[in-house]
């Protein structure tokens, strides 16, 4: 029960029985924090004056569990209110203050609001700091304007910079606004005059980059031994680090965002430092389930590696993600830069994977893709991952005790051109498939000037008739076996001794062109993150993007169907190169004089059949958010589809398609297709089980191989392929929601 007026004595019991708890441990005369609405827990105050301030000033109503005296701090579910006993609510300007004297018992220990007093060097070295940070708390402390309790004049700010990140505001539209809240508010609101001013005032918050300069042609960064290099070390390019002899401006400059400090913030908010041990103290785990990357063998398989990473549920598990995009909004300028994510695993489903909780670990420069040469600039990162496996000094503030915060890295996650870049593998050519690697089966077309990825008889099982089968697959028996991903380990083998010269100077891109691996692989390098002790023990380490298998899936299954101009895998090249192979003879070109007739093949739609499903397509009325108007991308006069985006086709495929073709194409291919449909829709689900997933591996090579029959080659590019590997992914990884590129891409 809270007593409000301080004249009663049943406020003043409180009082004393309140002195009584905090000195339960501690001598009389020590000084303890002061938990007045003044002092605020900031400030340390003797036994007597404590009371005296207590008396007059009263308590923070806020502050119901006495966790800065000893009382153990017991964590709320997320669904719980925020409100407390009495029925009030924290104000964001209580709440900030809570996080920012958290922040500095993290930055300078339990006694940080007396550092002015103490003799302590630890206090005092980094006197800058200190002072910035004390400045920050008076505006913590400090209202909006007279009057207001609920605002203060950083909480304002904070939350107005929030507004403008969640919601995508431009500086002039975040400037405008702050112009009309400097007249609509009192004169003496304390309010930023620009979007400049606001970033100056939470500075001192943390959360500094670092300036690193690059060789113009990606060869080396100018850190450790290059830092005081003025032109690369690179004998084949010799190129200036500054734009002008005498000047100090960088020709490249790679912004880093340490690691650490973000890590350890997230430890520094109790709700937050509560969350990161969800994974193994709420998380509720079954062999056959799995809701959460903590529940994939992946997770369970690094435990068992190392226990004594496992032991302590606060260690971090985290993912990197990366993808080039085009700063300039428009692809008229070939302009691409290339951000580095990390995503911390540890915490529950709702809160993993969104946006808050993304770290931006670095921007690669421009104007173009990194390409092979990414690991030079994962240089500081990789260090700072080595030194995070083996721990940095952390202040838990749900606990109010220290510890060593360690972290690991789990997988990345990429498209395919990108999971080249990370992993070493190229993903061109005969060898695209980076799990099949040299059993990869490939076939040139010569008309197509296309390579087809076929053969997937050999993961169906040894006794199954179409193994024997020769007419309808590519004229021969497939009695191979299915093939066996390398571990770690045995990859390291194979790529231990390479040498690259990194760099995009003319001399070595000539020499990348004329000599590949000698071992005949499609190695182009050692993947950076083999750096790290743990990497080759990891069960999985690079992830097959589903958003990008299922986009070019179904966008080959729509434009195929649909006879699409310029995308459909069948036109007379196709026909062409199936005449030259010898399958398929009913879709041979048939000559007609000096040109040629190409049969209907049963996997086309007709023109009143187009016409039905543009019909359907354009009737359907999706729930808000659901999907994007899919209508705006169907040409009615040509009965075609175009324009549409990557989720788009994620619920083409698994929604709309079965409905789309109902009553259309042949028996046989509506079937197939129908299969593939559910086959996207449980390998998307949010929970997987297990059975279902080995159900699913065996069901998509019978798939592959009905399409195989009824499709011609071409169909057949690296991404219908890769289909085939990721259910057993699935069973590695867990669900698809944490390992694909939807949440970075948006």
């Given at each position: 029960?809270?007593?409000?007026?301080?004249k009663?004595?049943?406020?003043?019991?409180?009082?004393?029985?309140?002195l009584k708890f905090?000195?339960?441990?501690k001598?009389?005369?020590?000084?303890?924090?002061?938990?007045?609405?003044?002092?605020?827990?900031?400030?340390?105050?003797?036994k007597?004056?404590?009371?005296?301030?207590?008396?007059?000033?009263?308590?923070?109503?806020?502050?119901?569990?006495?966790?800065?005296?000893?009382?153990?701090?017991?964590?709320?579910?997320?669904?719980?209110?925020?409100?407390?006993?009495?029925?009030?609510?924290?104000?964001?300007?209580?709440?900030?203050?809570?996080m920012?004297?958290?922040?500095?018992?993290?930055?300078?220990?339990?006694?940080?609001?007396?550092?002015?007093?103490?003799?302590d060097?630890?206090?005092?070295?980094?006197?800058?700091?200190?002072?910035?940070?004390?400045?920050?708390?008076?505006?913590?402390?400090?209202?909006?304007?007279?009057?207001?309790?609920?605002?203060?004049?950083?909480?304002?700010?904070?939350?107005?910079?929030?507004?403008?990140?969640?919601?995508?505001?431009?500086?002039?539209?975040f400037?405008?606004?702050?112009e009309?809240?400097?007249?609509?508010?009192?004169?003496?609101?304390?309010?930023p005059?620009?979007?400049?001013?606001?970033?100056?005032l939470?500075?001192?918050?943390?959360f500094?980059?670092?300036?690193?300069?690059?060789?113009v042609n990606?060869?080396?960064?100018?850190r450790?031994?290059?830092?005081?290099?003025?032109?690369?070390p690179?004998?084949?390019?010799?190129?200036?680090?500054?734009?002008?002899?005498?000047?100090?401006?960088?020709?490249?400059?790679?912004?880093?965002?340490?690691l650490?400090?973000r890590?350890?913030?997230?430890?520094?908010?109790?709700e937050?430092?509560?969350?990161?041990?969800?994974?193994?103290?709420?998380?509720?785990?079954d062999?056959?389930?799995?809701?959460?990357?903590?529940?994939?063998?992946?997770?369970?398989?690094?435990?068992?590696?190392?226990?004594?990473?496992?032991?302590?549920?606060?260690?971090?598990?985290?993912?990197?993600?990366?993808?080039?995009?085009?700063?300039?909004?428009?692809?008229?300028?070939?302009?691409?830069?290339?951000?580095?994510?990390?995503?911390?695993?540890?915490?529950?489903?709702?809160k993993?994977?969104?946006?808050?909780?993304?770290?931006?670990?670095?921007?690669?420069?421009?104007p173009?893709s990194?390409?092979n040469?990414?690991?030079v600039?994962?240089?500081?990162?990789i260090?700072?991952?080595?030194?995070?496996w083996l721990?940095v000094?952390?202040?838990?503030?749900?606990?109010g005790?220290?510890?060593?915060?360690?972290?690991?890295?789990?997988?990345?996650?990429?498209?395919?051109?990108?999971?080249?870049?990370?992993s070493?593998?190229?993903?061109?050519?005969?060898?695209?498939?980076?799990i099949?690697?040299?059993?990869?089966?490939?076939?040139?077309?010569?008309?197509?000037?296309?390579?087809?990825?076929?053969?997937?008889?050999r993961?169906?099982?040894?006794?199954?008739?179409?193994r024997?089968?020769?007419?309808?697959?590519?004229?021969?028996?497939?009695?191979?076996?299915?093939v066996?991903?390398?571990?770690?380990?045995?990859?390291?083998?194979?790529?231990?001794?390479?040498?690259?010269?990194?760099?995009?100077?003319k001399?070595q891109?000539?020499?990348?062109?004329?000599?590949?691996?000698?071992?005949?692989?499609?190695?182009?390098?050692?993947s950076c993150?083999?750096?790290?002790?743990?990497?080759?023990?990891?069960?999985?380490?690079?992830?097959?993007?589903?958003?990008?298998?299922?986009?070019?899936?179904?966008?080959?299954?729509?434009?195929?169907?649909?006879d699409?101009?310029?995308?459909?895998?069948?036109?007379?090249?196709?026909?062409?190169?199936?005449?030259d192979?010898?399958?398929?003879?009913?879709?041979?070109?048939?000559?007609?004089?000096?040109?040629?007739?190409?049969?209907?093949?049963?996997y086309?739609?007709?023109?009143?059949?187009?016409?039905?499903?543009?019909?359907?397509?354009?009737?359907?009325?999706?729930?808000?958010?659901?999907?994007?108007?899919?209508?705006?991308?169907?040409?009615?006069?040509?009965?075609?589809?175009s324009?549409?985006k990557s989720?788009?086709?994620?619920?083409?495929?698994?929604r709309?398609?079965?409905?789309?073709?109902?009553?259309?194409?042949?028996?046989?291919?509506?079937q197939?297709?129908?299969?593939?449909?559910?086959f996207?829709?449980k390998?998307?689900a949010?929970?997987?089980?297990?059975?279902v997933?080995?159900?699913?591996?065996?069901?998509i090579?019978v798939?592959?191989?009905?399409?195989?029959?009824?499709?011609?080659?071409?169909?057949?590019d690296?991404m219908m392929?890769?289909?085939?590997?990721?259910?057993?992914?699935?069973?590695?990884?867990?669900?698809?929601?944490?390992?694909?590129?939807?949440?970075?891409?948006?």
């Amino acid at each position: 029960m809270k007593i409000s007026n301080r004249k009663d004595k049943a406020y003043e019991l409180g009082v004393k029985n309140f002195l009584k708890f905090a000195y339960s441990q501690k001598v009389e005369n020590q000084k303890i924090p002061c938990p007045c609405t003044q002092c605020n827990n900031f400030c340390n105050q003797t036994k007597t004056v404590v009371e005296d301030h207590l008396l007059t000033q009263g308590i923070r109503k806020s502050y119901t569990r006495w966790i800065h005296h000893g009382e153990q701090f017991r964590h709320q579910n997320c669904g719980d209110s925020t409100k407390h006993g009495d029925g009030e609510e924290d104000s964001d300007t209580e709440d900030l203050n809570d996080m920012l004297h958290d922040i500095g018992t993290a930055q300078w220990g339990d006694n940080w609001a007396g550092r002015e007093e103490s003799t302590d060097d630890s206090l005092n070295a980094n006197h800058s700091d200190t002072n910035n940070f004390l400045k920050l708390l008076e505006d913590a402390k400090k209202e909006l304007y007279p009057g207001n309790h609920f605002y203060s004049k950083l909480s304002f700010v904070v939350t107005l910079l929030h507004l403008k990140t969640m919601s995508g505001w431009t500086i002039k539209s975040f400037n405008a606004l702050l112009e009309i809240f400097r007249h609509a508010l009192p004169p003496e609101a304390t309010v930023p005059k620009s979007f400049a001013d606001a970033k100056k005032l939470i500075q001192d918050l943390g959360f500094k980059s670092e300036k690193i300069h690059a060789c113009v042609n990606d060869c080396v960064l100018f850190r450790k031994e290059n830092e005081n290099f003025d032109t690369c070390p690179n004998l084949n390019c010799k190129e200036p680090r500054y734009k002008m002899a005498g000047s100090r401006v960088p020709r490249k400059v790679l912004r880093y965002f340490p690691l650490k400090p973000r890590l350890q913030r997230l430890y520094t908010h109790k709700e937050i430092a509560s969350d990161m041990r969800w994974h193994k103290e709420k998380c509720v785990h079954d062999d056959n389930i799995m809701r959460h990357p903590a529940d994939s063998e992946a997770w369970k398989h690094f435990d068992r590696l190392h226990p004594d990473f496992a032991v302590d549920p606060r260690n971090v598990r985290l993912g990197l993600a990366t993808d080039g995009f085009n700063p300039f909004g428009t692809m008229s300028s070939a302009y691409s830069i290339w951000p580095i994510y990390l995503v911390p695993y540890n915490l529950p489903p709702w809160k993993c994977m969104r946006d808050p909780f993304f770290f931006l670990s670095m921007l690669i420069p421009g104007p173009k893709s990194p390409g092979n040469e990414i690991a030079v600039y994962m240089e500081p990162l990789i260090d700072e991952l080595n030194e995070m496996w083996l721990g940095v000094e952390t202040y838990d503030a749900y606990s109010g005790k220290k510890f060593d915060l360690r972290a690991a890295l789990l997988w990345t996650i990429n498209d395919f051109p990108a999971y080249a870049m990370l992993s070493g593998w190229s993903t061109k050519g005969y060898q695209a498939c980076p799990i099949c690697m040299v059993e990869t089966t490939c076939v040139h077309l010569p008309h197509r000037k296309k390579l087809c990825y076929t053969g997937h008889r050999r993961f169906l099982p040894i006794d199954h008739s179409w193994r024997r089968e020769k007419k309808p697959f590519d004229g021969n028996v497939d009695f191979r076996n299915p093939v066996a991903p390398l571990s770690g380990n045995e990859i390291l083998d194979q790529v231990q001794n390479m040498e690259v010269n990194f760099g995009k100077t003319k001399a070595q891109s000539n020499a990348k062109k004329r000599k590949r691996s000698e071992s005949g692989l499609n190695w182009t390098k050692k993947s950076c993150f083999f750096e790290l002790p743990y990497w080759a023990d990891l069960l999985l380490r690079h992830n097959l993007d589903l958003m990008h298998v299922s986009k070019n899936v179904s966008e080959a299954v729509i434009a195929t169907i649909m006879d699409i101009e310029n995308k459909t895998k069948d036109h007379w090249l196709c026909r062409q190169d199936l005449k030259d192979l010898g399958l398929k003879k009913e879709l041979h070109l048939i000559p007609n004089g000096d040109s040629y007739i190409m049969p209907h093949a049963c996997y086309s739609l007709t023109k009143e059949e187009k016409k039905k499903v543009c019909e359907f397509l354009n009737s359907v009325k999706y729930l808000d958010g659901f999907a994007s108007n899919i209508c705006r991308c169907i040409k009615n006069g040509q009965f075609q589809i175009s324009g549409m985006k990557s989720h788009d086709f994620h619920i083409f495929i698994q929604r709309l398609l079965p409905l789309a073709i109902r009553g259309s194409l042949t028996k046989e291919v509506r079937q197939v297709l129908f299969e593939l449909s559910e086959f996207f829709k449980k390998l998307c689900a949010r929970t997987l089980h297990r059975e279902v997933l080995e159900e699913l591996g065996q069901k998509i090579a019978v798939i592959l191989c009905k399409l195989e029959r009824l499709f011609p080659p071409a169909f057949f590019d690296i991404m219908m392929h890769l289909m085939v590997h990721l259910p057993a992914e699935a069973i590695l990884g867990g669900p698809a929601q944490y390992r694909w590129m939807f949440p970075f891409e948006r």
